[in-house]
């Protein structure tokens, strides 16, 4: 059983990322997290190129983790100049991290073209740099950058920069596919190859530009590599880094002969994926390997059928592993036995006059073009209804809604009618849309008897035609996803001729599910 | 060199991933664009599972395709039932598919806990049905279901199922990772083991559940598989499928000594990647590897520099080598090459001052959301427009709607003043949403200037909301696609904060786009 170091870098290449925008009390939260999860180091940035990164490591300075080694990365000292002149590394001093993390060039390529230094120089940058850092007495990593196109450029050159490095006292000598470009076949064999010039155990780092950030990693790993690094869900610059969430699964779950983090953590893994999310505010991507929403969702009718009888037929790992759920999806492909599974999960399979009457509306609601896929609060309210269950908490008299356009830049306006109990409302407000002002309309007609609606708002809002051939004469489906504050995201469907009714039938939905579940 | 056949499944396996809808024209149109894009096999569905994909094989047997084998999916016939009486089989002989893709259970555990019938049944079942087939006339490429965890449990019986499926006459024995969760090197292993078994040629079908779908297929092939199957955009059950788009990118571009496709098409991966998202009305995913907005966008500040010196330091492959753009600053370039692509086929390319301006406005357009992907009448009328070539034929005064609902049955009406030369109209008319009053109001005030407007008729309309955490007040993307009578389908769009407003504008470019060109 090989122990596999973890090595994290979601708070520095992860920060890269198009969209990624971390604050200082983000990186510091992620980092107190991911130490709590016991990963092994964690880069928290390039202290040279930002104030912030500068500011959180004087942050984990006054703290101090538990158990994770804090890394600091910069590059290798400028051409021509010494170690102690250098302001890069001076921040990385100042940062007090334990751990320096070093890039510097493996291709004589980018030696010659972007440093634009001699190749000795370089080997020297290398050398000093790492000698440095070991004699102020911290350990450092040497990231090789373009280990791998590098190596196959100039074997002879890309092998004098790992060895100077590992001569200077490198803990470690990182392996990085810069661009994302390598195949696993050459990361295995370059891996052997990097193993046979030094001693210094070895780290993989890659991206995912050929969609094989995970079997570049597992490759070199496989080959001797005793570090990984990456970053949680997969973040990073581009098409991103090797996901960490998917590399401890694999090595701890799915491969023979590793272990990660000392074999407990697996269990945790989707809800790490998901604090890291929710910290940056980003969305969770559904199909996300092992913890994705959809990761253990099952829609084709024949594999949940198969599912009601053995579970892990169609699961390659029990979801529990990873934190993760079972979820049956209602839709046109799926048949009796989804529906059945889905109201299972609601109590209600073991009445069957009921669960014939649900199976029947639904059938027939799906032939007039609703799916209930991407909308379990509308199934949800209507097994409800058919179950006599339901009392709405407001009835429509009426709504009426107003686009007026002399060329850009249309007037909007809706008006809404409400029964709520004895009382009768009747509200209008404008919106940037028919369906803003609706829902703006509709809440102020609601929020002296609900105020708890504040806490809901709508993130998502897509139309469908169905029957395209008669197209906007035709019927329209209209998927509304709300999200509350305490995260929960539901998912309401309307239908209707009319592409403003089915939003309002898709909005009251939305509103009748919030105010059922408060 | 070896060639690789690509197998599609995008219209069956990726229909099946959670929030993809196709309608019956969205399975059309993908069919003949992937068949103009040269792909080997499209597998178009499982007719006996809904009406739907039973009538997408009529309509291609009605229009065949050009250059694509149209493959129709179905399990094995039912126990103790003959071929010619089984429902399954009926429904894949009247599909009139050229290809029939017939899956089967691998693992003797499946037959026993899920199919529950005997070996020696299941065998035969494997049998009868290929050879059925065969006998038919039939090309029959066999998918052996979990062929991966059913020859780690029972090698001797696995070998079995795949032997039934070869003597009886199959072209193509798939190995499918049904539920994604192999490794690299057991993929290799058992393709080996298989290619051993049995002398028909192995294809390869793989899942992306532990993040490693493109390595599998990749190692399988390496190991002597011939054809791989998988779906555009990786779209699929729960993690999605292999990305074809990955994959083709990685045989024709990466790997040595593989060719898909005849070695043409990578270049247009992009634009097919795109297409298959508006079509389905998904969001692009923008770290997607190869043709993800960001996958040839830079932010760290070393690297923008460094591209600045060298441009490929930073990039595995030329973006243009698939279609793709570099974006180096943070603008929302995207699309570059079609656009230049499609400014050629209207023979403007060689006016490099038009081209910049065309360029400049096209990037604001994107910035605020517009999409030219599918809709190429709004790109030519820009275009038009910019080149100063263009007179409206009518212009918008102003247009009102109204729609009011006391519960169902919503009452809509509009109305729209226009200038059409020297008159000014004033119509008013009713219809089953805004879009569609709009539409019948503009006929009615333009019929008696421009008779041909009868010719064509809208057949589809989307919406997407493009700020998506804004959700109803955001900006929203409207599509629309419209049909003349001599059967060119044109595209159109329209963004606004206001659906209605978007909609008119994709509106008046369809009727726009006609008028132009009769």
Request: glycine content about 8%; proline content about 3%; charged content about 25%.
């Amino acid at each position: 059983m090989r122990s596999i170091e973890i090595y994290d870098t979601t708070l520095r290449d992860g920060a890269q990322g198009e969209g990624v925008n971390f604050s200082l009390d983000d990186k510091v939260a992620i980092a107190r997290r991911l130490d709590a999860f016991g990963i092994d180091y964690i880069e928290g940035g390039y202290p040279l190129s930002n104030p912030k990164d500068a500011e959180f490591f004087q942050r984990l300075a006054e703290q101090p983790l538990k158990h994770s080694k804090v890394c600091a990365f910069g590059m290798t000292r400028r051409r021509g100049m010494e170690c102690k002149d250098d302001p890069g590394m001076k921040a990385l001093v100042e940062s007090q991290a334990a751990v320096v993390t070093i890039v510097g060039k493996t291709s004589d390529f980018h030696v010659a073209e972007v440093l634009r230094v001699s190749n000795e120089e370089n080997l020297a940058m290398i050398r000093d740099t790492v000698a440095y850092f070991v004699g102020l007495g911290r350990e450092v990593i040497y990231d090789a950058e373009h280990f791998f196109d590098g190596w196959k450029a100039n074997p002879e050159y890309a092998a004098l920069t790992i060895q100077a490095a590992a001569e200077a006292g490198a803990l470690r000598v990182v392996m990085c596919d810069t661009n994302g470009g390598s195949m696993p076949e050459e990361v295995a064999e370059l891996t052997r190859a990097a193993a046979k010039t030094i001693d210094v155990p070895l780290g993989i780092h890659t991206h995912n530009d050929c969609e094989l950030a995970i079997a570049n990693a597992l490759a070199s790993i496989d080959a001797g590599a005793v570090q990984v690094q990456g970053t949680i869900n997969g973040l990073g610059e581009r098409c991103g880094n090797a996901d960490l969430i998917s590399v401890m699964a694999n090595l701890g779950l799915k491969k023979q002969g590793y272990q990660v983090l000392g074999g407990a953590a697996a269990a945790r893994l989707t809800e790490l994926s998901r604090y890291v999310y929710e910290v940056g505010n980003m969305h969770f991507r559904s199909n996300q390997p092992f913890v994705g929403a959809s990761a253990f969702a099952h829609k084709g009718g024949m594999h949940v059928h198969a599912i009601n009888r053995v579970a892990e037929s169609y699961e390659h790992i029990p979801p529990e592993s990873v934190g993760n759920t079972r979820r049956v999806l209602v839709s046109e492909l799926s048949g009796r036995s989804n529906i059945i599974a889905l109201a299972t999960k609601m109590n209600l399979a073991e009445d069957k006059t009921l669960m014939d009457r649900v199976l029947r509306d639904v059938v027939d609601r799906e032939n007039r073009g609703y799916q209930y896929e991407a909308a379990e609060a509308s199934f949800s309210l209507l097994v409800q209804k058919l179950a006599g269950s339901y009392t709405p908490h407001f009835e429509l008299e009426k709504f009426h809604t107003i686009v007026e356009s002399r060329g850009a830049g249309a007037v909007t306006e809706a008006s809404v009618k409400l029964r709520i109990g004895e009382q009768v409302r009747h509200e209008v407000a404008e919106g940037d849309g028919p369906v803003n002002a609706l829902d703006a309309a509709l809440r102020k007609a609601l929020a002296d008897h609900f105020p708890q609606l504040a806490q809901m708002h709508l993130v998502d809002y897509k139309v469908r035609v169905i029957n395209s051939e008669a197209a906007t004469a035709a019927s329209v489906r209209v998927v509304i996803e709300s999200r509350d504050s305490d995260g929960e995201v539901w998912g309401t469907v309307g239908v209707d001729e009319n592409v403003i009714q089915a939003s309002w039938d898709a909005l009251v939905d939305s509103i009748e599910y919030k105010l059922c579940k408060s």
